[in-house]
């Protein structure tokens, strides 16, 4: 190849370029002490009410109070936060400009996919009791058989209290299980199509198998079962009805590979935005230009609906409240905003690469994906960000030293995929998608790279302060 072809390629082409081809070794050492504060959080925080109340005691911990306890104007560096049901969290740092020329939003997500008890979910057949479920999100049903699980959530009483229930995470605590058919005797099961391998009613879940010690008595597992949750929490059957109560992978948070350059874990989607758009937020040293927001939010797993969910008004109503304390209507603040929808893409599969359009496929390694659309097929459920925001996003990045790529999920009849983003985009706010690709998207462990995250990270600050 003469010179000048190779001049011209380094011009002109749009290549794929590693991190670690140009990273110093120190900076390879920064991505992955970031990442060892990530992995303690991935472990620890396994549902959305985990989650809310980690940043909850965070944020108060860096300073910031509580939005309807504030009281008055807000002043350039002051730091709010608000908190929505238990569930979905928003903080934010007031900026020197007038909140009139707009805010700057990261939002994520962090709910994941998971199995829900039903309301009557304790049962017992020919010697085993269970639990009945009902799967949340989108999840491939036969991977989660087999598997260690641990249950987490809240029970709410009639008289008011709450008992929250953490059981499988710590040495030596029992865990839950599905069973699957041993491949002896699983032909027919076998001839099934692979989204029926197994199916929602098959996912009940092994909880006991003594009975109580009482002759006269049918039902006797189950008995046994409520008597013990009885002594331990102090519930009863009729509570589980007033409950939210999930089951999730009971693995722990590890480094993949020889070189460790991977995380494996439960719950990558989306807590590997969540955390790094909160990290940002906290690291905002002084008062930024334009206002800071980052939003934490619940049920986009499911569409996003609900009162905690981003379909939902409560971010609008927040950012009317803002605007009211400077005299402004909401809509004067949202036309004049900025929104990085901190969400997940696949990341390239050499294995699966046949559901992949590898020039625009995302890889582990590569950087934060900066997403310019997502939804299905001909683009439905999407907000397509615009050309002239997308080069926006591009300049901040690249100015500032950002390792990002660009990435679509998978080919275009393949399926696809939502995030926030169209909802934020319905509110007049510019909003593309920019997260870290994931392998195994979905599964009860998913797979991302050190590099990506902290890229994702350095994102995010850097859209906040820049």
């Avoid at 109560?245 to 990558?268: C, K, N, Q, W």
């Avoid at 009860?444 to 995010?460: C, G, R």
């Amino acid at each position: 190849m003469s010179e000048k072809s190779k001049q011209l390629k380094e011009m002109l082409f749009n290549k794929k370029e590693n991190g670690v081809d140009f990273m110093s070794n120190e900076e390879l050492n920064i991505c992955d002490e970031f990442c060892e504060g990530y992995k303690e959080f991935l472990s620890s925080c396994k549902t959305e009410r985990e989650v809310a109340a980690f940043v909850e005691k965070t944020a108060q911990a860096n300073g910031f109070v509580k939005f309807d306890e504030f009281g008055g104007a807000l002043n350039p560096g002051d730091k709010v936060y608000y908190a929505n049901r238990g569930k979905a969290m928003i903080l934010c740092v007031k900026g020197r400009r007038s909140i009139k020329d707009g805010v700057r939003i990261s939002a994520a997500h962090i709910d994941s996919p998971r199995l829900d008890l039903k309301q009557c979910p304790i049962y017992e057949s020919d010697g085993i009791g269970y639990f009945k479920t009902h799967y949340y999100g989108g999840i491939k049903k036969y991977q989660w058989t087999a598997i260690p699980l641990s249950l987490h959530g809240r029970i709410c009483k009639n008289d008011g209290s709450f008992v929250d229930v953490k059981i499988g995470e710590e040495p030596g605590e029992p865990k839950f299980c599905i069973t699957d058919i041993l491949p002896h005797l699983g032909g027919e099961q076998m001839q099934r199509k692979a989204n029926e391998i197994v199916k929602g009613e098959e996912l009940n879940v092994v909880i006991g198998s003594r009975p109580f010690k009482d002759d006269d008595e049918s039902e006797r597992i189950k008995l046994n079962l409520l008597s013990l949750l009885y002594e331990k929490y102090g519930i009863v059957e009729r509570d589980f009805l007033s409950a939210e109560l999930e089951l999730v992978p009971a693995f722990t948070v590890d480094d993949i590979g020889l070189d460790r350059s991977l995380i494996g874990g439960y719950g990558h989607d989306d807590r590997v935005c969540s955390y790094p758009a909160l990290q940002a937020i906290l690291d905002i040293d002084e008062a930024p230009e334009y206002t800071a927001i980052t939003v934490l939010t619940d049920k986009e797993e499911t569409g996003s609906d609900g009162n905690t969910g981003l379909n939902s008004a409560y971010l609008k109503y927040f950012i009317e409240d803002l605007a009211r304390l400077e005299g402004y209507e909401g809509r004067d603040v949202l036309r004049n905003s900025k929104c990085l929808s901190a969400d997940v893409n696949a990341a390239y599969d050499p294995t699966w690469s046949s559901v992949f359009e590898k020039n625009n496929a995302s890889f582990i390694n590569n950087g934060v994906c900066v997403t310019k659309f997502t939804g299905a097929r001909g683009k439905s459920g999407t907000s397509d960000a615009s050309a002239e925001y997308v080069s926006w996003v591009k300049t901040l990045l690249e100015d500032n030293g950002v390792l990002w790529q660009s990435g679509e999920l998978g080919k275009v009849d393949g399926g696809g995929g939502g995030t926030v983003a169209m909802f934020i985009a319905n509110m007049d706010v510019d909003t593309i998608d920019v997260g870290v690709p994931v392998l195994s998207m979905h599964a009860p462990y998913e797979i991302v790279s050190k590099i990506d995250v902290f890229m994702a990270y350095k994102a995010f600050l850097t859209f906040f302060i820049k």
